[in-house]
């Protein structure tokens, strides 16, 4: 016992006497020294622990029971008492040396573990941790953890085994992440503080500098005065290039009144053309085509049969073959060349029932008995194709929505590249000289000539042998011809024999240079607030609201809305549009928030309705009362936030011309063309945009300096300069209706039995005066891509009103200024009997020579008398032998689809 600490050796001796030796421990714990100081419990698979485990007078253990500190051994007796004490008294027995070396092991191990603990604790923290921990191992609950840490793990083990001490450990792990975090906060706010003041700063700068720079807001009005007249003799010289181009390549012909006098019969079959299929119809067909063939050998005529769609029947698609055979015969033309058009639809759905094959008849004159065109692959072998077919969805002059082409509509339309490889397919095996000409006269083209189109794209793109193309149309269908006007001055415009498309570099050196900035950034020649500086701080902090702060008075000097959408085309004119003018006025804030007053379903359900459509995707419920007030509805469980955008459109109608006077508001049954001022929004690309923004769009981005506004007067505003002189203002206009007062009417037709968002709008009608007119919703226009005729559709909250498919197109129109024909403009050939033949080949030999058809040459034309036999051969080209080109030509006529028997 002389290696026993004293005061272990009294606490024995002080148990044995209250407890008796006999039911307390055994007489060989005492005797192997387990109470001895040197003695260790790390024996057997605890060796690597017989350190930790050794009676050190280091050792420490804070005892619950008094505040000093303890040797190992003294833990080891204060718990072999409490176990005893605890422990039944019919239950005790004496403690023996194998039942006391784990006790000590766990002793040694709780000790070692918050010794650890304390290295890791604040000491504020460590004292109450020790208590609880202390209480939970004298009551044995983690006996069977520490005993499985000396067993399994090696010096200095890991907290987290002790079940006991993860709670302190996750306590203390808070604590070192709070305070981290707290550090980093503290280090942030340090550092954004520092950031907003260089930021201010630099805004600061920034604004001293653009206000100092408003002196020479004089010189870049100049400057874009000079831009806006370049664009303009720019413009001009496209539209010399588009009439010179389209009189050598692609003509089309109008068929005019003033072919009244030479041909009386034909306003008896123009109101017929693309309608019906009368015998009269074919029959002045096929004299023309007839007519063209007879000119040359080097001819030849494609007749594309019609095809059986659902809207015909069989026994009257056999009747108009079998009528436009013999009518062939009957002209003196041959039928027994029949060639099967093969085509394909690689990119359709299988829902698409068109068919894939359609006969075709090469006709030739059976005056000649050699042709040329013979030599051609697809009359030798009697086939041509595969031509791809257009998917449905691209037709033109269908929007998917209203508009969807009937079965008559689907076999009319094939696609350009469908009707290019067609021409290819025809010219294959022909030897064609440099020399050689290729003409193709449509004779009955449809309403898109599609034929012309492809000839358009072939001679622009210079991909195969030139095709030159003559066809007739009716003025009704001055779409056609406006969109290839476009396509032609597209190409020009992007072609290097244009001149540059923004005024050149020299002419601006002297021109206002655009300073640095430290914070703010440049769009062209204006000012912007970039949003990254917005999103540089966190939404609702002190530093965002004096960011927003700057931002509003930013704002204020330069307006949002003068800020042009995002492109990637260079900028043609520099300057954005200037709302200094009116007092600041600028256009509505279309991304402003609006918070609606909202009410509850089950109260809504009160409200007579008179017609509504369900919520679809991020588009809510819309309703139309009995009051024709609008209601946005929202029947998910998620807060739904609308953009601005397009609700719901006025369905099918017609347009009309009529004579509004200034209050619009009187018209009640349709939706007047009529724009105030260039604020006014339009819709383009599905975005909303001031007038004066699509303006200078068109301008700097397309080269379209000269717009006509149609039914409006469009003039630049000016203001006095410093000299007295007048300035344009940047991209701002008046605009008004036209001293007539008249304008074009979309007149809605009756509401349907069944609403879609497209025709929600039709129940307005009769009641226009009643439509929503404030700053939440209001009628807009739609204008189209930007071509040489610019189209624009009435959409009314964001709402677009269609049109019949097959009715008048709009006039109510965007477009570019361009000299109206002249009523005696030079006039076609369709179907033209006798004396118009004489016509149809001096204008082939015309369009030959590269001479464009005036009025003067279609008067002198018609006044002369009508040609004999002689004058018909003397209209055949001239013979090599005279110096004159060899030529190729390939008159073309497509029968009309079966759309009324």
Same mark, same amino acid.
């Given at each position: 016992?002389?290696?026993?600490?004293?005061?272990?050796?009294?606490?024995?001796?002080?148990?044995?006497?209250?407890?008796?030796?006999?039911?307390?421990?055994?007489?060989?714990?005492?005797?192997? %020294?387990?109470?001895?100081?040197?003695?260790?419990?790390?024996?057997?698979?605890?060796?690597?622990?017989?350190?930790?485990?050794? =009676?050190?007078?280091?050792?420490?253990?804070?005892?619950?029971?008094?505040?000093?500190?303890?040797?190992?051994?003294?833990?080891?007796?204060?718990?072999? #008492?409490?176990?005893?004490?605890?422990?039944?008294?019919? *239950?005790?027995?004496?403690?023996?040396?194998?039942?006391?070396?784990?006790?000590?092991?766990?002793?040694?191990?709780?000790?070692?573990?918050?010794?650890?603990?304390?290295?890791?604790?604040?000491?504020?923290?460590?004292?109450?941790?020790?208590?609880?921990?202390?209480?939970?191992? *004298?009551?044995?609950?983690?006996?069977?953890?520490?005993?499985?840490?000396?067993?399994?793990?090696?010096?200095?083990?890991?907290?987290?085994?002790?079940?006991?001490?993860?709670?302190?450990?996750?306590?203390?792990?808070?604590?070192?992440?709070?305070?981290?975090?707290?550090?980093?906060?503290?280090?942030?706010?340090?550092?954004?503080?520092?950031?907003?003041?260089?930021?201010?700063?630099?805004?600061?700068?920034?604004?001293?500098?653009?206000?100092?720079?408003?002196?020479? +807001?004089?010189?870049?009005?100049?400057?874009?005065?000079?831009?806006?007249?370049?664009?303009?003799?720019?413009?001009?010289?496209?539209?010399?290039?588009? @009439?010179?181009?389209?009189?050598?390549?692609?003509?089309?012909?109008?068929?005019?009144?003033?072919?009244?006098?030479?041909?009386?019969?034909?306003?008896?079959?123009?109101?017929?053309?693309?309608?019906?299929?009368?015998?009269?119809?074919?029959?002045?067909?096929?004299?023309?085509?007839?007519?063209?063939?007879?000119?040359?050998?080097?001819?030849? &005529?494609?007749?594309?049969?019609?095809?059986?769609?659902?809207?015909?029947?069989?026994?009257?698609?056999?009747?108009?073959?079998?009528?436009?055979?013999?009518? #062939?015969?009957?002209?003196?033309?041959?039928?027994?060349?029949?060639?099967?058009?093969?085509?394909?639809?690689?990119? +359709?759905?299988?829902?698409? $029932?068109?068919?894939?094959?359609?006969?075709?008849?090469?006709?030739?004159?059976?005056?000649?008995?050699?042709?040329?065109?013979?030599?051609?692959?697809?009359?030798?072998?009697?086939?041509? %194709?595969?031509?791809?077919?257009?998917?449905?969805? @691209?037709?033109?002059?269908?929007?998917?929505?209203?508009?969807?082409?009937?079965?008559?509509?689907?076999?009319?339309?094939?696609?350009? /590249?469908?009707?290019?490889?067609?021409?290819?397919?025809?010219?294959?095996?022909?030897?064609?000289?440099?020399?050689?000409?290729?003409?193709?006269?449509?004779?009955?083209?449809?309403?898109?000539?599609?034929?012309?189109?492809?000839?358009?794209?072939?001679?622009?793109?210079?991909?195969?042998?030139?095709?030159?193309?003559?066809?007739?149309?009716?003025?009704?269908?001055?779409?056609?011809?406006?969109?290839?006007?476009?396509?032609?001055?597209?190409?020009?415009? =992007?072609?290097?024999?244009?001149?540059?498309?923004?005024?050149?570099?020299?002419?601006?050196?002297?021109?206002?240079?655009?300073?640095?900035?430290?914070?703010?950034?440049?769009?062209?020649?204006?000012?912007?607030?970039?949003?990254?500086?917005?999103?540089?701080?966190?939404?609702?902090?002190?530093?965002?609201?004096?960011? *927003? $702060?700057?931002?509003?008075?930013?704002?204020?000097?330069?307006?949002?809305?003068?800020?042009?959408?995002?492109?990637?085309?260079?900028?043609?004119?520099?300057?954005?549009?200037?709302?200094?003018?009116?007092?600041?006025?600028?256009?509505?804030?279309?991304?402003?928030?609006?918070?609606?007053?909202?009410?509850?379903?089950?109260?809504?359900?009160?409200?007579?309705?008179?017609?509504?459509?369900?919520?679809?995707?991020?588009?809510?419920?819309?309703?139309?009362?009995?009051?024709?007030?609008?209601?946005? &509805?929202?029947?998910?469980?998620?807060?739904?936030?609308?953009?601005? %955008?397009?609700?719901?459109?006025?369905?099918?109608?017609?347009?009309?011309?009529?004579?509004?006077?200034?209050?619009? +508001?009187?018209?009640?049954?349709?939706?007047?063309?009529?724009?105030?001022?260039?604020?006014?929004?339009?819709?383009?690309?599905?975005?909303?945009?001031?007038?004066?923004?699509?303006?200078?769009?068109?301008?700097?981005?397309?080269?379209?300096?000269?717009?006509?506004?149609?039914?409006?007067?469009?003039?630049?505003?000016?203001?006095?300069?410093?000299?007295?002189?007048?300035?344009?203002?940047?991209?701002?206009?008046?605009? &008004?209706?036209?001293?007539?007062?008249?304008?074009?009417?979309?007149?809605?037709?009756?509401?349907?039995?069944?609403?879609?968002?497209?025709?929600?709008?039709?129940?307005?009608? &009769?009641?226009?005066?009643?439509?929503?007119?404030?700053?939440?919703?209001?009628?807009?226009?739609?204008?189209?891509?930007?071509?040489?005729?610019?189209?624009?559709?009435?959409?009314?909250?964001?709402?677009?009103?269609?049109?019949?498919?097959?009715?008048?197109?709009? /006039?109510?129109?965007?477009?570019?200024?361009?000299?109206?024909?002249?009523?005696?403009?030079?006039?076609?050939?369709?179907?033209?009997?006798?004396?118009?033949?004489?016509?149809?080949?001096?204008?082939?030999?015309?369009?030959?020579?590269?001479?464009?058809?005036?009025?003067?040459?279609?008067?002198?034309?018609?006044?002369?008398?009508?040609?004999?036999?002689?004058?018909?051969?003397?209209?055949?080209?001239?013979?090599?032998?005279? %110096?004159?080109?060899?030529?190729?030509?390939?008159?073309?006529?497509?029968?009309?689809?079966?759309?009324?028997?």
């Amino acid at each position: 016992m002389t290696s026993i600490d004293p005061s272990v050796a009294e606490q024995l001796t002080e148990a044995v006497r209250c407890r008796g030796m006999a039911k307390l421990l055994s007489h060989e714990v005492i005797s192997r %020294g387990m109470f001895s100081k040197s003695w260790t419990s790390g024996l057997a698979a605890a060796e690597s622990w017989k350190e930790v485990l050794r =009676n050190k007078e280091d050792g420490r253990i804070a005892s619950s029971l008094d505040s000093r500190h303890a040797l190992i051994v003294q833990l080891f007796v204060a718990r072999l #008492l409490a176990d005893h004490d605890r422990c039944p008294q019919t *239950m005790r027995k004496a403690l023996t040396y194998k039942d006391a070396v784990p006790k000590h092991q766990c002793c040694g191990m709780f000790c070692h573990l918050l010794d650890c603990l304390e290295r890791n604790a604040p000491a504020t923290q460590f004292k109450d941790m020790q208590d609880r921990l202390h209480k939970m191992f *004298m009551e044995s609950f983690m006996d069977p953890d520490l005993l499985h840490m000396v067993s399994s793990e090696v010096p200095p083990g890991d907290l987290k085994t002790v079940a006991a001490f993860r709670p302190f450990l996750a306590q203390l792990e808070t604590m070192v992440r709070e305070a981290k975090e707290e550090k980093e906060a503290a280090l942030a706010a340090t550092a954004r503080e520092a950031d907003l003041n260089r930021l201010l700063s630099n805004l600061e700068n920034d604004f001293e500098l653009l206000r100092s720079r408003v002196e020479s +807001s004089g010189k870049e009005a100049e400057a874009h005065a000079l831009d806006m007249k370049y664009i303009r003799e720019r413009q001009q010289h496209g539209k010399q290039y588009i @009439d010179v181009w389209m009189a050598k390549k692609c003509h089309f012909s109008r068929t005019d009144e003033h072919f009244d006098s030479a041909i009386p019969q034909f306003l008896k079959f123009k109101e017929q053309f693309r309608s019906k299929g009368g015998d009269d119809y074919m029959s002045n067909a096929n004299k023309t085509f007839s007519a063209l063939l007879s000119m040359t050998s080097n001819a030849v &005529g494609i007749v594309l049969m019609p095809v059986y769609q659902t809207q015909t029947t069989p026994g009257a698609l056999l009747k108009h073959k079998h009528l436009l055979e013999t009518n #062939l015969m009957n002209a003196g033309l041959s039928t027994h060349h029949t060639i099967q058009v093969l085509f394909a639809k690689p990119d +359709s759905s299988a829902k698409d $029932a068109r068919a894939l094959c359609q006969t075709a008849i090469a006709c030739f004159h059976t005056h000649f008995s050699e042709h040329a065109f013979t030599s051609s692959v697809a009359i030798r072998e009697g086939k041509l %194709g595969p031509c791809n077919l257009v998917k449905i969805s @691209d037709f033109i002059g269908y929007d998917g929505e209203l508009s969807k082409p009937g079965a008559a509509a689907r076999v009319e339309q094939r696609g350009v /590249p469908c009707r290019d490889t067609m021409i290819a397919g025809i010219l294959d095996g022909l030897t064609l000289r440099d020399v050689d000409t290729v003409l193709m006269v449509d004779v009955v083209p449809n309403r898109f000539a599609e034929f012309g189109r492809a000839t358009v794209e072939r001679n622009l793109l210079e991909s195969a042998f030139p095709v030159h193309y003559f066809g007739f149309l009716f003025q009704e269908f001055d779409a056609t011809t406006s969109a290839v006007r476009s396509r032609v001055y597209e190409h020009w415009d =992007n072609s290097s024999t244009s001149p540059p498309k923004e005024r050149p570099r020299e002419e601006r050196a002297a021109e206002v240079a655009c300073p640095p900035l430290g914070a703010l950034a440049w769009a062209g020649k204006q000012p912007v607030f970039p949003q990254v500086l917005v999103d540089r701080f966190l939404e609702g902090s002190a530093e965002h609201a004096q960011i *927003m $702060a700057k931002k509003k008075e930013f704002d204020a000097m330069f307006p949002a809305a003068a800020q042009p959408p995002p492109t990637s085309v260079p900028a043609r004119a520099g300057g954005l549009c200037d709302f200094s003018v009116d007092s600041g006025r600028a256009p509505l804030d279309v991304s402003r928030c609006i918070d609606l007053p909202s009410v509850s379903v089950a109260d809504f359900e009160t409200v007579r309705v008179r017609g509504q459509i369900s919520m679809s995707g991020s588009r809510p419920a819309i309703a139309i009362s009995n009051d024709f007030s609008v209601w946005l &509805g929202n029947t998910s469980d998620a807060d739904l936030m609308v953009h601005a %955008g397009e609700l719901f459109g006025f369905g099918l109608g017609n347009f009309k011309a009529e004579v509004v006077s200034s209050d619009a +508001s009187r018209e009640l049954h349709g939706v007047v063309w009529r724009v105030v001022d260039d604020l006014h929004f339009v819709a383009y690309n599905k975005k909303l945009l001031p007038v004066c923004q699509f303006l200078r769009m068109l301008a700097v981005d397309h080269g379209l300096g000269e717009v006509e506004f149609v039914d409006h007067v469009l003039t630049q505003r000016v203001v006095k300069g410093e000299g007295g002189g007048e300035l344009p203002v940047c991209f701002r206009y008046h605009v &008004g209706p036209v001293s007539s007062n008249n304008t074009n009417v979309f007149k809605l037709n009756d509401p349907p039995d069944s609403f879609r968002a497209q025709t929600l709008g039709a129940l307005y009608k &009769g009641s226009m005066d009643k439509i929503i007119k404030n700053q939440r919703a209001s009628v807009v226009w739609e204008a189209k891509t930007p071509s040489y005729s610019y189209n624009a559709k009435a959409k009314a909250a964001k709402v677009l009103p269609k049109k019949k498919p097959n009715s008048d197109p709009p /006039p109510t129109q965007l477009s570019p200024k361009e000299e109206e024909p002249d009523s005696d403009t030079a006039g076609g050939v369709r179907f033209l009997p006798e004396k118009s033949k004489e016509i149809a080949m001096v204008a082939i030999d015309l369009l030959r020579q590269g001479k464009s058809i005036d009025a003067s040459m279609h008067k002198a034309l018609l006044e002369q008398e009508a040609p004999g036999d002689k004058s018909t051969e003397q209209s055949e080209p001239s013979a090599p032998a005279k %110096g004159a080109d060899g030529a190729k030509e390939e008159a073309e006529v497509e029968a009309p689809p079966e759309d009324v028997e």
